[in-house]
DNA sequence: AAAACCTTCAACCGCTGGGCA
DNA sequence: ATGCCCAGCGGTTGAAGGTTT
């Protein structure tokens, strides 16, 4: 009885992904574009259900993804979101386009949990305790609705050729429109580079010199470091094609999450969010003590 | 030095909902 | 209208590394 697992158990690895997997996943991507995750253990011969290759590509091998530290900002971000939409984890990644949902929910867990547990431990009753007697999934419906609004409005803004956000250089980091390319491009050399880099250092055979994080070497090392993958003639395709291929056949959750990345470094979204929400809230007249709880406790940890 | 305990996070599991025949 | 397939999501697990005793 039940719901039959995705694939067949037998012959399907499970547990960590090996470098050489990661390769031959990437090199497919590169070619074929995410998506239809059915087929890829077909035709790459990994032997990885769909799902966890589709896992390990969002989570992990994606381009544009940050990894380490949280920052402060995106630290309140994250307890924000989560005060207004509950563990949807991946409504607020849509918010931190750098961080996937699993990394998002993993620091709530881990850090956040505790962190808010020990200052809400002095106030008594839980936040989320209030959530449920203020009638929650009316106010995650509004949140829906507040989101499907912004994102249309995003959206269509994309078209306009004069976007404020998009004029802002004195970010260090390579953002404006017509860098976005670039940027997702030293991205997804930095993830791979790093997968290799961790590679090359395992093997006894490698110099790590010839493993560098920095993108101007990397498409060297790419081939280079791939010469015996009986994946051989998909990889030696230059990450320059792959960020190009990816453009143009992607799905429309990649470009979005590039257009998200882009707004993100360039327009301090807490404040873009907060704004957003406050003007709302305002506009409805109806809800200011959902805002008050929300924003108000939030503000209280920092 | 080593055992016990704790923390972190990548990966898995199972459920849900949308699309399609 | 119905059932199947698939992608996506959130909860959970467990291995690995770190810290404490």
Partial sequence: MGRPPCCDKIGVKKGPWTPEEDIVLVSYIQQHGPGNWR?????TGLLRCSKSCRLRWTNYLRPGIRRGNFTD???KMIIHLQALLGNRWAAIASYLPQRTDNDIKNYWNTHLKKKLGKIEGGKGDSSESKWISKGQWERRLQTDIHMARQALCEALSLDKPSDSAMESNQTPLPQRADQVQTTTYASSTENIARLLK??????PNSSSEAVSSDSSSFNNTFSAGLSSSPSEGAISTTLHSFNSSN???????????MDHEVKFETQMPLTFLEKWLLDDAAAQGQDGDFMDMALGETADLF
């Fill in 39 to 43: 087929a890829v253990p077909t035709n």
């Fill in 73 to 75: 900002q995106e630290e």
């Fill in 198 to 203: 961790n590679w090359m250092n395992k093997s």
């Fill in 247 to 257: 453009s143009e056949s992607a799905s429309a959750s990649v470009e979005t999450e």
